[in-house]
């Protein structure tokens, strides 16, 4: 039996580490509840119900779990739908394209794809490779040398507390001009902006768990007080961290 011209990938996991995957179909990543990381061509997003991403077949990805999450992914084989926009692209979910995606899952590969089903993927496709076209500016380029990867990693680490610039570059073997060129370079932003970036994606990952309060939450990644990451949270995404969440849906 030969798998339908689309269907949804519908599945809870819990942590895991990073997966490299490589499929067939063009591939709509997307997590109904908790978040997920993805890492392709030299950059990373974290993926919340507010965010999902759009794949071209035979695109190298890699996904890591960080919490417990459910994934209500979807599949389309090339011959159904037209060549995604992009050969990969992150951009915010609409109330509508969540429902679609959501509509999707009794559409298992297991399924036949009737008449009402194969319209539904059909709309699923042409409403998310719309928003496609205006990917999110949320990434977060992975670096290329040895210095700055190291570096990325030994920032992240230390978001709870107060990163010092010049102690990473110590501690990554290059002189604290060195690292900042590279950086600027390398991710086209200073140190602080990549600091403020990943705090955030932080945070967006936090908020994707019901059990964290947004109080806590802003603690862990840095801040010294909910009305400070409030603001760097709107000047971020436009939206406040509680409107944030509000997106994710039920």
Known sequence: MTDPPAYAFVKDFDPEPTKTLVMD???LLYAAKGAMRLE???KGWTLPPARAALIHAGREIKVTMPQKLSACSVLF???????PPASLSVFEMTPLARELVLACRDYDPQSTLDDYGEQLFKMLAANTWKLAETP??????????????AALVLTEEQLAGTPNFEEIAANVAVSPRTLARRFSEELGM???QAL?????????EALADPQRQITEIAFSVGYSSLSAFNTAFR??????P?????????
Do not use: C
């Open 25 to 27: 179909r063009h591939y």
């Open 40 to 42: 392709a061509e030299g």
């Open 77 to 83: 084989d090339p011959s159904f739908v037209k060549p």
């Open 136 to 149: 999110t500016k949320a990434g977060l380029p992975s670096g290329q040398s040895e210095a700055v990867k």
């Open 190 to 192: 200073n140190w602080r």
């Open 196 to 204: 403020r970036r990943l705090r955030m994606n932080r945070a967006i």
């Open 235 to 240: 000047d971020f995404s436009g939206r406040t």
């Open 242 to 250: 509680t409107e944030f969440r509000a997106s994710f849906g039920g």
